[in-house]
């Protein structure tokens, strides 16, 4: 069911579906930027490759393993009968964001990630839907083509990411794994591509050590992407946010959609609290994945 505004229609479905139903929702794309090149000689070059793809390979990973306790979450709150199969089960999960592997030769830079993926994926269906191609998106603003917001990641960035507004539906992470970090890197090659670059604002976890400039792995940025696009979205079918094509949404109440009470600057400052929860509870919980993890 759509989603409407107004005090007569009456919500209905799980939040999954109520989110598939949201304009933005279909339209997230993390691009994964293969333009650094490999190593040249041939076992650092397969060490780099292996690496990357490992990091995708983890992300793709959690990112399907999210999905299904979500649909998992979904069939309990709904009461779909028990299904041990939960791919087969009516209620979608919400959609996960798009994987797009970027570079300048489809030769030298992309087919040898493509390959290494292909071994260390255990599941051949998930790279069907990863793309790889060798045209960058337009990193000037586009109604038509909706390009305007893409945002390559970079903790050398000058500015971070904007909490209290919402996540950038387009960004563009570094294929980057290396053992001495070389500042600067990234935040070159976005200059080299006409990108916005930007990092997380970090410190607001408030954890002892940890700055906007903390390098992460590829993992962990694409997971923290992930994590505050579903936030975002949860609580914008909930109510109290603004969806990205500027909608703003409403609270329900007793199963109807009403709008928020209060004044502007309330609910402005509600919103913007929110907001910022949405990517705190993302970075966190990113985090804690990576801890577990390596």
Not at 42 to 70: C, D, G, H, M
Not at 253 to 279: I, M
Not at 281 to 289: W, Y
Request: hydrophobic content about 30%.
């Amino acid at each position: 069911p759509a989603i409407t505004y107004g005090d007569k229609q009456t919500r209905s479905g799980s939040i999954s579906e109520r989110i598939m139903t949201l304009p933005s929702s279909a339209r997230r794309i993390i691009f994964c930027d293969c333009g650094y090149g490999w190593p040249t000689q041939k076992r650092p070059r397969s060490e780099r490759v292996r690496a990357v793809a490992r990091q995708i390979f983890n992300f793709t990973e959690w990112q399907r393993e999210q999905r299904r306790s979500l649909r998992h979450a979904d069939r309990c709150s709904t009461e779909t009968p028990p299904n041990d199969d939960l791919g087969t089960n009516d209620a979608p999960p919400p959609p996960p964001c798009r994987l797009v592997v970027i570079g300048d030769n489809q030769k030298s830079q992309i087919n040898p990630l493509r390959e290494q993926m292909k071994k260390v994926m255990t599941h051949p269906t998930v790279l069907d839907d990863i793309d790889f191609v060798t045209t960058y998106p337009d990193a000037a603003p586009s109604d038509e083509e909706d390009n305007g917001d893409v945002v390559y990641l970079s903790p050398d960035a000058a500015d971070a990411l904007d909490p209290e507004s919402p996540p950038p539906r387009r960004v563009v992470v570094g294929m980057i794994v290396d053992r001495q970090i070389r500042v600067g890197r990234s935040k070159r090659r976005s200059d080299a591509l006409a990108f916005r670059s930007a990092k997380f604002p970090l410190e607001l976890l408030n954890w002892e050590g940890l700055v906007d400039r903390e390098p992460l792995n590829i993992d962990t940025v694409m997971e923290i992407m992930q994590r505050w696009w579903d936030n975002y979205d949860e609580m914008v079918v909930r109510g109290g946010g603004v969806d990205e094509v500027g909608e703003e949404t409403a609270t329900t109440r007793n199963g109807d959609l009403v709008r928020e009470e209060g004044t502007c600057d309330e609910s402005l400052l509600r919103r913007k609290r929110r907001n910022k929860d949405c990517f705190v509870d993302a970075a966190v919980c990113a985090m804690k994945s990576h801890q577990e993890r390596h």
